[in-house]
């Protein structure tokens, strides 16, 4: 048998260039939420992949770095910060645009000094016709960083992906494995089914609504008589208003929601689901450390 190796990886950019969408495709299985908004991962979210050859990367799939503008925002830089101390690399994910962001370029900096190798992953080639622009790209930000592989990957089409788990598993060091090797995530179950919620808020509805939501599971019982998961969860919104959106004309839009999760909810958890669904409100619960706590995102 091959020597036991591991390594532990934060994946970090800026929102919205396919964090998760990485993560959900070295993994083979579907841990983080995507949606196309921006700052959808909100916590650090963990992923565990054990291969055939005794290798076990666990992945910190962290929120995307950003300006924060409350103290949610603040506390999920914060999140990328503690992500990237102590881990043994970190995949650092760009889309293929001419001109490096200011922002990516502070983010590099700051990987930079922590003196961890870094992997670069330039994330949606299938949607440059022109692949000199990613070339371009490549070039610039290799005069920033000295990096320990660079790999172009389209997560939507499973392209690079296998080139991009070789690069990273060559970073893995003899060591124990520090989960059980059928271990996929170490998120509870509840955190899981609240955030596959969330997820269908974040594609359904439009503008600041989905960003000032959060989701509480109350109830998570398997049925004693029957094999049936039941799940109540209360969707909390900042605003009256926002509330009347989420429910929708005659309850059609927390409908769809409930059921678009409840799909994958089954999926996930292999066993029916009766997902029960409420919404309330709370006014500016973003800037409020308290209702941040009961949500469990200060990690």
Not at 74 to 96: H, K, Q, Y
Not at 138 to 158: G, R
Not at 167 to 177: M, N, Q, Y
Not at 229 to 235: H, Q, R, S
Request: hydrophobic fraction near 40%; charged fraction near 30%; proline fraction near 4%.
């Amino acid at each position: 048998m091959n020597e036991s190796k591991s390594a532990f990886i934060a994946i970090v950019g800026r929102p919205n260039v396919g964090k998760s969408s990485i993560l959900n495709r070295l993994l083979g299985e579907k841990v983080a939420i995507v949606s196309p908004k921006p700052q959808t991962t909100r916590t650090g979210i963990t992923g565990v992949l054990t291969t055939s050859d005794n290798v076990q990367l666990v992945f910190t799939d962290t929120p995307g770095f950003h300006k924060p503008k409350n103290k949610l925002g603040e506390i999920m830089i914060r999140t990328v910060d503690e992500s990237v101390s102590g881990v043994d690399a970190c995949l650092f994910v760009v889309e293929p645009e001419k001109e490096i962001r200011p922002g990516e370029l502070e983010l590099l900096h700051r990987l930079k000094a922590s003196k961890t190798p870094i992997v670069l992953a330039v994330n949606k080639t299938d949607t440059v016709k022109d692949k000199a622009e990613i070339a371009l790209l490549i070039v610039k930000l290799t005069k920033e960083c000295d990096f320990a592989a660079v790999v172009p990957v389209s997560a939507v089409k499973n392209e690079g992906i296998d080139e991009l788990l070789g690069e990273l598993k060559a970073l893995a060091a003899p060591s124990l494995h520090f989960f059980p090797d059928d271990t996929l995530t170490d998120q509870p179950e509840r955190v899981i089914a609240a955030e596959l919620i969330r997820e269908k808020m974040l594609l359904r509805l439009d503008k600041e609504v989905p960003h000032g939501v959060a989701v509480a599971i109350e109830r998570f019982a398997e049925r004693e008589d029957a094999d049936i998961l039941d799940i109540d969860a209360v969707i909390y919104c900042e605003k009256e208003s926002h509330k009347g959106i989420i429910i929708g004309k005659g309850g059609a839009m927390l409908k769809a929601i409930s059921t678009a999760a409840r799909k994958d909810l089954e999926r996930f958890f292999e066993i029916q689901v009766n997902l029960k669904c409420w919404v309330k409100v709370k006014e500016d619960w973003r800037n409020r450390a308290g209702l941040i706590h009961n949500f469990g995102l200060d990690g």
